[in-house]
């Protein structure tokens, strides 16, 4: 924005406020800018009083988004949902001054992708507070496309703030403390040094200007956010003072103005690694750095979500390149995974920082849950969706009916010594999906409700030969549709199968789901697995299976996807007989040769170009396990060392994760 941009307006002094009303030529809106904060005289009175050169300025870096400055859009009352970024310790010098500066480029450049609302920096912008340090800084700054609010930190100010390092930090980057308000939350800036290492005069004016913040948050009935460097406490409210926390006593005297004034969240940095405690409803997080961690955690940030009723929720982002924030704009990333990922912590940041959701491989299929009528076995699939949920991924839930005999328990289909009537078999089908659908209805975003009931192409029937099928017809598939939706009607509902892109395979599932679509079944989705060996990858019929998938106006859910580098196809050959030799072909135990994983890589960017050319149809893309290390392929259907995924088996990206993130990227 030009200077001559931001001037036209109209000023608005208070007795504790100043408002610059303006009209922004590139925001397109009307915006309203407010400082409320007692910074001292010098920064806040200048501009209005005398007029000064500097001032203007600072008025006009507010109106460009610095810090103390607010989008309103009416009443600070009534809490709606938002998003926002918490990032910590950018401290260009402290990890190397060329890495700091590169990855905190590479902060904005991946926040401006993603989108928040706004971001807070928690303090020690710089290491050392010199004039090129701050430029730097603020020249990077400038980069965001959203308001960025800076909290002070001691090597900003001093570990011994003084007069003069508190005007250094006024006059090169803004206020050391004051709050805005966003969708009636208020956030409360705050100089922690100041009360770390006091400052006669500059404390007592920090102090009472923090009582009267809270307070005035507490009589609009705003939720407060606290912003800091410093943690209040780092594991417990009562520790002794070290470095990194605050002292004792201080630290008492802001607890309790925080709980007396509701505020919900203090947000700090500091310490160089993640922490998350929680004092009296109150949350505490300090989060990870752009420029040195202290733990083994990647470089990254913090991403907040508030619900419209003022629910908090965090989320680690990696600024690693990373599938899920590459294809954010397309269509989600998830992965299939085992129940033991709960226990497997040293799996955790790749599982977050790659993927946006889950779908558990086995724990929540019939023959796990209730391999016995009546008797339920939740513990696996519990763990595993309280964990996903806990790390901000979505699940799929896999799967409420397996039209396949030999994987699902035989109660099911049997009445005592005989076989069960059809309306016996729904009955138990109704109450499985009614008991499973419904116990984590609101936690599952969508169901495999049906899996693998079509025959194979060459087959003349539409339908796999299955006991669901020759008791109940095929009505059991429409019921099933139907008891999903009764037990979980915010699920998006998907049939699932395997080489339902191939074209004799796809011309039965059409007719299918056709059939079920006019009687009224809910299907929402098809899931086509994806389970593709290298050189043969079908590509025409994936993208015929797209467009066939847009008339029908169903969305497409990539559910189990992988590129076999050991072909399996002739383990089924000529009635097995290749299986004693295929069962010891094992070529590549020591890792893929260059130039399959080229073609690997090749084939896989081939096939993300497809789904994003048609992104207005495909929900999910799923893989199929972590990497390669955690491939069914490793085993089925003979034990050899496969190479199938975009990660190696010590989690590290292949040439074909840079093929797919390129062709997720380019234009």
């Not at 610059?20 to 209005?48: D, E, Q, Y």
């Not at 800084?137 to 003084?162: E, M, T």
Request: proline share 5%; with cysteine.
């Amino acid at each position: 924005m030009r200077v001559q941009d931001a001037l036209g307006g109209l000023l608005r002094i208070g007795g504790r406020s100043i408002e610059w009303v303006c009209i922004a030529p590139h925001w397109g809106k009307i915006r309203v800018v407010r400082m409320s904060t007692n910074p001292g005289p010098k920064i806040a009175l200048r501009p209005i009083v005398a007029g000064l050169a500097v001032g203007v300025a600072a008025l006009v870096q507010m109106v460009l988004g610095d810090p103390g400055a607010e989008e309103t859009g009416g009443a600070s009352s009534g809490q709606q949902p938002f998003t926002f970024v918490q990032m910590c310790d950018t401290q260009l010098g402290m990890g190397g001054y060329d890495h700091d500066v590169r990855t905190f480029e590479r902060a904005v450049e991946v926040i401006n992708g993603m989108g928040p609302d706004f971001v807070v920096i928690c303090g020690d912008l710089v290491d050392k507070a010199d004039d090129q340090s701050f430029a730097d800084f603020k020249k990077i700054r400038s980069g965001f496309k959203l308001p960025c609010y800076c909290a002070s930190g001691n090597h900003d100010v001093g570990n011994q703030p003084s007069a003069e390092s508190l005007r250094r930090y006024r006059e090169k980057i803004g206020p050391d403390y004051y709050t805005f308000e966003h969708k009636g939350f208020t956030f409360v800036v705050a100089n922690t040094q100041l009360w770390k290492a006091p400052l006669a005069g500059e404390s007592e004016k920090h102090d009472e200007w923090f009582r009267r913040a809270l307070e005035d948050a507490k009589a609009r009935r705003s939720p407060a956010v606290l912003v800091v460097h410093y943690p209040l406490f780092i594991e417990k409210p009562d520790e002794k003072e070290v470095y990194f926390n605050l002292p004792v006593a201080k630290r008492k005297e802001v607890l309790d103005l925080c709980v007396e004034n509701g505020v919900v969240a203090i947000l700090g940095g500091h310490l160089h690694r993640f922490a998350a405690n929680e004092y009296k409803g109150i949350k505490l997080v300090n989060g990870e750095t752009t420029s040195k961690n202290f733990d083994k955690r990647p470089m990254g940030f913090r991403f907040w979500e508030v619900d419209g009723n003022g629910g908090m929720t965090h989320r680690f982002i990696g600024l690693d390149r990373s599938l899920r924030r590459s294809a954010a704009r397309y269509f989600d990333i998830g992965v299939g995974i085992g129940h033991e990922i709960v226990d497997r912590e040293a799996d955790w940041p790749l599982l977050t920082t790659q993927f946006s959701g889950v779908t558990p491989e086995n724990c929540m299929k019939i023959a796990a849950l209730q391999p016995v009528e009546g008797e339920f076995h939740f513990e696996k699939a519990d763990r595993l969706v309280k964990f996903a949920r806990g790390q901000g991924l979505t699940v799929v839930g896999h799967c409420l009916v397996w039209a396949k005999d030999d994987r699902t328990p035989a109660w099911i289909y049997r009445d005592g010594d005989g076989e069960a009537s059809k309306a016996l078999l729904l009955e138990r089908m109704e109450a499985h999906i009614d008991r499973v659908a419904g116990r984590y209805r609101g936690q599952v975003v969508a169901w495999d409700v049906v899996n693998e009931a079509l025959a194979d192409g060459g087959e003349e029937n539409d339908l796999r030969p299955s006991s669901w099928l020759s008791i109940a017809g095929d009505d059991f598939i429409a019921k099933a549709f139907e008891f999903a939706h009764r037990a979980d009607p915010d699920a998006i509902l998907i049939y699932n199968d395997y080489h339902n892109e191939l074209a004799p395979k796809r011309d039965k599932m059409i007719r299918l789901l056709r059939s079920l679509k006019a009687r009224g079944a809910p299907v929402h989705a098809v899931g086509i697995q994806g389970h593709y060996t290298i050189d043969k990858v079908p590509f025409d019929d994936i993208e015929a299976t797209l467009v066939a998938m847009r008339e029908l106006e169903l969305k497409v859910f990539v559910s189990e996807l992988d590129i076999d580098m050991v072909p399996r196809d002739r383990w089924w050959a000529d009635g097995g007989a290749h299986r004693e030799e295929l069962a010891t072909l094992n070529p590549y135990p020591d890792g893929l040769p260059v130039e399959l994983a080229r073609r690997q890589a090749v084939q896989y960017a081939r096939l993300f170009r497809l789904f994003k050319q048609y992104a207005d149809v495909v929900e999910r893309v799923t893989f199929w396990n972590l990497h390669d290390g955690k491939s069914w392929l490793n085993s089925f259907p003979w034990e050899r060392t496969n190479h199938p995924l975009l990660f190696d088996r010590a989690g590290q990206p292949k040439p074909a994760f840079d093929a797919v993130i390129e062709a997720l990227e380019s234009s």
